[in-house]
């Protein structure tokens, strides 16, 4: 059973790159690690997923290390629109875990 | 094409009664789930539905009974409401058996307050 450590609250300014860290030291073979964004009163919004390496789409890049312990959220040149609370899940369909993070609070400044 | 819809958007019980909330998705998924969210505990999965007429429990079940009524439509009862039961629930859903590597789709949902 992989328990998720994510910072509580990060900033940063409009234009920057942004790293947000999941730390999942339990990690288990099988686990998929994927993030989730939410905006207020709104349920959360699919972001990226990775297994190994790295991934990247038109809206992020996911970094995961070879011993699979930890993995970062890459916002390339964040806006004010980006303000919002970023999840990290882990788990595995074998046995149907999902374990979702507290959630890390990114607010963008201008 | 609506995705996933919750009502209520909002309910305050007392105490010891009991309500259904609801969720429909009109993408023909497989699997559907319901989550509770609570301040700085991220979300927790209370049953979810991996195909219809099939239900599992999560990890906070207690207090809490579902019916996967068609493929469409999940709902979850309260029988007799508890102040910790005060939350906001999602509903999601994805498109095959589910699982973490599935993309879930969420509904807007349901804030629920019990006094």
């Known amino acids: 059973l992989a328990k998720t450590t994510q910072p509580i609250s990060m900033d940063s300014y409009e234009g920057q790159e942004v790293n947000i860290t999941c730390s999942h030291n339990?990690?288990?073979?099988?686990?998929?690690i994927t993030w989730y964004q939410q905006f207020p009163s709104q349920g959360p919004r699919f972001i990226i997923q990775?297994?190994?390496?790295?991934v990247t789409n038109e809206v992020a890049s996911l970094f995961i290390p070879a011993d699979r312990k930890s993995s970062t959220l890459s916002l390339p040149r964040v806006s004010l629109s980006d303000t919002a609370v970023y999840y990290c899940?882990?788990?595995?369909?074998?046995?149907?875990?999902?374990?979702w993070g507290a959630g890390t609070k990114l607010i963008i400044k201008p | 094409n609506a995705g996933v819809t919750q009502t209520p958007k909002f309910q305050v019980l007392k105490t010891g009664q009991s309500m259904t909330l609801q969720c429909a998705q009109d993408?023909?998924?497989?699997?559907m789930y319901w989550y509770r969210q609570d301040p700085g505990m991220g979300l927790r999965l209370i049953y979810y539905?991996?195909?219809?007429?099939?239900?599992d429990k999560g990890e906070v079940p207690n207090g809490y009974n579902v019916s996967r009524l068609n493929k469409r439509e999940f709902s979850l009862r309260l029988e007799s409401a508890a102040p910790s039961q005060t939350s906001v629930y999602f509903c999601?859903?994805?498109?095959?058996?589910?699982?973490?590597?599935?993309?879930?789709?969420f509904g807007p949902g349901t804030r629920l307050l019990v006094l």
């Open positions: 899940l882990v788990g595995s369909d074998s046995n149907y875990q999902l374990i």
């Open positions: 990775g297994y190994k390496t790295k």
């Open positions: 993408m023909n998924h497989n699997s």
């Open positions: 339990n990690i288990a073979t099988n686990d998929y």
């Open positions: 999601a859903s994805s498109e095959l058996a589910g699982g973490p590597s599935e993309t879930q789709y």
């Open positions: 539905s991996a195909s219809e007429g099939t239900t």
